[in-house]
Structures are given as C-alpha cells and as structure tokens.
C-alpha cells in the first residue's frame, strides 16, 4: 500500500535475467510492470505526486494529453477513476473520434470515464499555448494539467521512489526514454558510482537537453542506436527478439519502449560493452496494455504479431 494514495501496490521485484552471455555480465530486471494491472511501472510514479499535489490544491478533474495508444493516458484514465478525479484526455488526431471503440487504449480510457477533445496534428504541437488552454478551460471547466508523457517535477519525484537501499549493489542500471522524466528520476536517486543508461525510444536529439534540465549528477549516457526508425516504430527482427525474451524468460516486453531497451542491452553485451562481472539492473517500465492495438496493426502490415 502506498501512503500517500492509498493505492494497493505489489512488489517490485528484481527477477534474473539469464541469457547467453550469463557468464560475463549479472542481468536483473526490476519487475515495476508488475505494481498493479494499468497503473503499472512508471506511469504510476509518475502520476503520484501529481494526483496528491492536484489534490491538496482542491482540482477535481485532471487533464492531459497523448496519442492513440498511449500509457500515460490509460494510466491517467485508471488512476483517476481509483483516486476520484474525473479525466480529461487531449488526444492527438481528429481522425480517432469515431474510433474510439476500435482502439483499446481510448476505448479502456473511456470506460474509466475519461472524456476527450480530439485535436488536429496542426492543433497538438500548440497544446501548451496558453490560447489553447484557455479554450480547454471554457470547456471543461478548471483542471490540474499534467503534461504529455506525464514529466514534471512531481513525476521525477515519483520515480525517484523506484530504486531501493538493495540496489546499490548494481553497476549500471537501464532504463527505456520517451520523455526522459523516468531516467531523470533514477539519475536522481542513483549512486554516483552507478552508470545509469537511457535508451531512447524516438529519434530526436532535444532529449539529452531535457533531461539535463532535471539531473545535477553526470553518472549517465542516453544511447539512442536502439530506436528503431523512431517512436512505436517496429520491425520483424524486434517482434522476434520480444517473443523469444518471452518464450525463455517468461517476461512480457512491450513493442514501444522496454523491447527496444532489452534489445539493446542484449546487442551491447554480445559486444563486450559492458565490464567483465557487472551486475546490470533492467527497469521493466511496463507498457503492456499498448500490446493489442500494436498487433492489429502488425497484421495489417503482414508482420508477425506479439505472442
Ligand atoms: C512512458 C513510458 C516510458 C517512458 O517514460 P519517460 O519518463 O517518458 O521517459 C518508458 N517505458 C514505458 C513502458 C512507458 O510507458
């Protein structure tokens, strides 16, 4: 139980991740997929401080913004509805109106009771112009804003909270980037002697910028060679690697972010980038609800889906 929500959490517990290279490198994945069912890995340590700081300034609704299939808005839908706020959802594409039942992530968002305001492509790049949220303001009403992917400094605060006393003993510790407020944290956290990668999800090289803006500690590198032609961009080769990792670990990985990583981090031990002996923690971010809309569309290009 968290104390300052009340929420029912589960452990998070690292699992051994054992591999063909076991022998020269000590993987662990921190199972932060598994603290509850939606609200899982990040999105919750995110939206925590949020919801307790929305909260205590007397909001009732929170809104925010995202695209199709994002965690942030399923997670935000959850928390809500578990924590008594109503929700508000700033999807990205007016195209998604009618397809709200078809789509998994809004159709789940809305039976949480999430209400949307579909916007152009045009119209979401301006999203944080204050215009824009004045509108939002004469139609919904006063709202808590949370930014897209859920990054602030109330979300870096939360996932400070990931790492515990016992992982001190790892040398590196891995973790997927969208926005980079989940790295921020684990920065934050980490011990100066630790290593702390992010492997970014999207191309794009304003990352290293923002994080920088919420990290005093210099002990980390943000790989971007692991993106695979950019944000919710796949490709056969990774949807084989997901399903194998599953078939041998019996660990879901989601196609977006925590995929991608593990890809990498396998790839760059094949390549002796890690020391000899080093204990490497994996944070398994969670994702996992993106699995179905991801597969329609995988059958729709012909490509093997997510077992
Ligand atoms: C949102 C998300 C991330 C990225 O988190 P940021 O804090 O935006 O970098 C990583 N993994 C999963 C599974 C996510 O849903």
Redesign the pocket.
């Known amino acids: 139980m968290d104390a300052n929500t009340g929420f029912k959490l589960s452990n998070s517990v690292n699992e051994r991740v054992v591999h063909q290279y076991s022998n020269l490198v000590d993987l662990y994945i921190k199972r932060e997929d598994q603290i509850h069912p939606i609200l899982s890995?990040?999105?919750y340590r995110?939206l925590k401080y949020n919801m307790v700081t929305a909260k205590s300034l007397g909001y009732s609704t929170l809104l925010t913004f995202g695209g199709a299939f994002s965690?942030?808005i399923a997670a935000t839908a959850k928390a809500g509805k578990a924590y008594g706020f109503k929700t508000i959802g700033v999807i990205r594409g007016e195209e998604l109106l009618t397809k709200v039942q078809e789509n998994e992530t809004l159709n789940y968002a809305q039976s949480c009771g999430m209400r949307f305001k579909f916007v152009s492509r045009i119209a979401y790049r301006k999203k944080n112009d204050l215009n824009f949220l004045k509108s939002l303001k004469e139609e919904f009403g006063s709202f808590y804003r949370i930014p897209e992917?859920g990054?602030n400094a109330n979300a870096i605060k939360g996932c400070e909270e990931i790492l515990n006393k016992a992982d001190e003993k790892f040398n590196y510790i891995c973790c997927?980037?969208?926005?980079?407020?989940?790295?921020a944290g684990l920065i934050n956290c980490s011990k100066p002697s630790q290593q702390v990668f992010g492997f970014s999800?999207l191309k794009g090289d304003f990352l290293q910028e923002d994080i920088s803006k919420f990290v005093s500690k210099t002990n980390w590198t943000l790989n971007s060679d692991y993106h695979f032609g950019g944000y919710a961009k796949v490709n056969e080769d990774l949807i084989k690697f997901i399903n194998k990792f599953k078939n041998e670990q019996n660990i879901q990985l989601?196609p977006i972010?925590?995929g991608k990583m593990m890809y990498g981090i396998f790839d760059l031990i094949k390549q002796g980038f890690f020391k000899n002996g080093s204990k490497v923690l994996v944070i398994h971010?969670?994702?996992l609800q993106g699995i179905k809309g991801m597969n329609k569309l995988l059958i729709k290009k012909g490509l093997p889906i997510i077992e």
């Not at 997927?176 to 989940?182: D, I």
């Open positions: 890995g990040n999105k995110k965690n942030h992917g990054t997927s980037v969208g926005t980079g407020g989940t790295l999800a989601d972010y925590t971010t969670g994702g």
